[in-house]
């Protein structure tokens, strides 16, 4: 079964518009971490923002946040005020329990329309 | 800039042919992770080290192996390979070897392509 899945392959937003990618997650370990990662057309991953599983509000950094719904085991991305240069592919990925491992959603590819 | 290194950037090899990937972890982190990416798998972990010890393995081939040496930088050994390897193969490390609270640091990756 799809640990993480990322049901939107591609979203595009207007320029100064908020903008929500998706992330269901499943997992019958109570600690988990969950991640979001930006990789541009250049190749590199960056690390976006975290929420574990105890976490009692949601992440938050800069314009990035995390909309955390446990029950639901979502955990969707919004960035607010999108720029042009957040057009990129967003993973959403997690980790378990004690691993070291990611396992990461297929990734959502988001257009800025200027 | 992510403190992880990666060598080459790039690398174009032909099939059956043997190649090694290096990476050298940030600073203090004992963790190294191997990912590969490509168009049909997406990201798949391949492996880890701690401190020198191989910690976790997923989706490695047998055709791969790796290691992680003293002075803690990594190297992946793909042989006998075939077209369906090529892909981006990243490298990330982190200063703990797991946690869900564990901060992951990659590096820019290696593009290999296989004629």
């Known amino acids: 079964a799809q640990k993480i899945t990322q049901t939107q392959p591609g979203m595009f937003v207007q320029e100064k518009e908020a903008v929500t990618l998706d992330c269901t997650y499943d997992t019958s370990d109570p600690s988990y971490g969950l991640f979001w990662y930006k990789q541009p057309s250049s190749g590199e991953m960056i690390f976006l923002i975290y929420q574990g599983s105890y976490d009692q509000q949601n992440a938050t950094e800069g314009r990035y946040s995390l909309n955390f719904q446990k029950a639901r085991k979502s955990a969707n991305l919004v960035i607010s005020a999108s720029q042009l240069g957040d057009s990129a592919m967003y993973f959403c990925?997690?980790?378990?329990?004690?691993?070291?491992?990611?396992?990461f959603g297929d990734g959502t590819t988001l257009t800025v329309k200027p | 800039d992510s403190g992880v290194t990666q060598t080459p950037k790039h690398l174009i090899t032909a099939t059956g042919q043997r190649v090694t990937l290096r990476c050298s972890p940030r600073?203090?982190?004992?963790?190294v992770y191997w990912y590969q990416q490509s168009l049909d798998q997406g990201l798949q972990f391949l492996i880890q080290?701690?401190?020198?010890?191989?910690?976790a393995k997923g989706n490695i081939l047998e055709r791969f192996s790796a290691q992680q040496f003293p002075d803690l930088h990594s190297e992946l050994n793909l042989s006998s390979l075939e077209l369906g390897d090529s892909a981006l193969y990243f490298c990330?490390?982190?200063?703990?070897?797991?946690?869900?609270?564990?901060?992951?640091?990659f590096g820019p990756g290696t593009r290999l392509t296989v004629l």
């Open positions: 080290y701690y401190n020198g010890e191989e910690r």
């Open positions: 990330a490390s982190s200063g703990q070897h797991g946690g869900s609270y564990n901060e992951q640091f």
């Open positions: 600073s203090g982190d004992l963790s």
């Open positions: 990925a997690m980790r378990e329990g004690n691993a070291g491992k990611s396992t």
